[in-house]
Each structure stands twice: as C-alpha cells, then as structure tokens.
C-alpha cells in the first residue's frame, strides 16, 4: 500500500466529532512508547499536526484521514505518571463512547515497547479492546534497542501471553523503518475483507 495523503480531519474531544465515515485503523499506547513516532513513519512525513506538545496533555481522539480512504485513529497516551486523575477519566469515557459504537473499526493496533514487559494499564487496554470483539494488531516498538534475536524471543512472549498469530504481533523500528511494510500489508489486508 502507497500513502499518498494525510490530513488531520478532527480532534474529538466528544463523541460527535468522532469520524465513522470511513474504515478506522486505531493507534494506542502507553506515553512515550512511540506511537507519534509509527505514525510518521507510516504516514512517511517528518512531522504529522503536533497536538499538545506536553506528553499526557493531549486529550482528544485524532481522526487523519489517509488517502481519502480511511482514518488513523490517534487515541491519547496511557500511563503517564502526572496526568490528574479528573483527566484520566475523561479519556476513559471518551474512548469507551468510541468503542461502543464501533462502527467502522477495523483494527485496534496497540504499542508496547519491545524492552519491556506489557503494563497492568497495557493489559487492561487489550482486554477493554478484546471485550468489544475489536481485533487486534500489536506492534512491539523501539526493536532497534535489543538484538534481532532477543526481539524474536519478545515476540513469541507477547504471541504466547495474548495469544495471537503471528501476523497480528509485528516487529517495529522507526529509526531503521523496519516493520513499516508489514503494517501496512496489515492494514491493506484489513480493508480488503468484507
Ligand atoms: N531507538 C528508537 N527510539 C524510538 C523509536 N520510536 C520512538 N523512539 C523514541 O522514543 C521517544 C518517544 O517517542 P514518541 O514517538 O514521541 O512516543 P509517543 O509518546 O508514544 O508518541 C522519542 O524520544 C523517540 O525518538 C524507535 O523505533 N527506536
Ligand atoms: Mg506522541
């Protein structure tokens, strides 16, 4: 697949801002494990609209609309350490309201960083995601940072632990762009169903 466009369409701080109107592909994570990173990597661009520069502060759901085609979601970071509570739930809600009505999620690609072992926040995200029977793509990020071997090794954990194929648990690096095709074949497959 070839991305030709990315425009930011909406940043939705309440659900009638939310883009249903074509395919979605969403993108979450805990802060700083890479997610602005993959999307402009994918997107092929230097820099995607910066919204909220402060890690933790961005609190709206972004639609990019991608070759007129479909949407990269761009959910707000979990986990980070300084985010107030009101605002943590706030997020919540917002992505509960998204999730329940679904329409037009195609796949849930969810980050964790390759180094580490999956959160408590990044489980409970998999299982909220699971339990809206919305599929679910993982991308280990950052597999610059470890050898090739034990990036493999980490792969067959997180297969093991969430219990995935090996199509739905990818490889990523966006200082070597290793991974970007697999993602996109991903992507491209999911459209193509139904
Ligand atoms: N070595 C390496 N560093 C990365 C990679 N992806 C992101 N980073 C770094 O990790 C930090 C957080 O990345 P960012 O994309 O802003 O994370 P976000 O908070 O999830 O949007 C930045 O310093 C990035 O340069 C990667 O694939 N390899
Ligand atoms: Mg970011």
Redesign the pocket.
Known sequence: MKIISVTLKDCAYNPSQFCYDKPQFVFA?R????????LRTLANRKKLVRVGKT?GVTQSINFFLVNDEFYFVDLP?YGFAKTPKSVKNKWKRLIELYFKEAVGIKKIIL?LDVRHEPSEKDIIFFKWATAYHLPILIVL?????ISKNEAMNRKFSIMKQFQLDNNDCLL????KKNGRDEILHEISKSLDKN
Not at 172 to 175: L, N, Q, R, Y
């Open positions: 994570g802060s700083n494990v890479g997610k602005s990173s993959l890690p970071g980050l990020t950052k597999a610059d940072k990523f690096s966006a200082t």
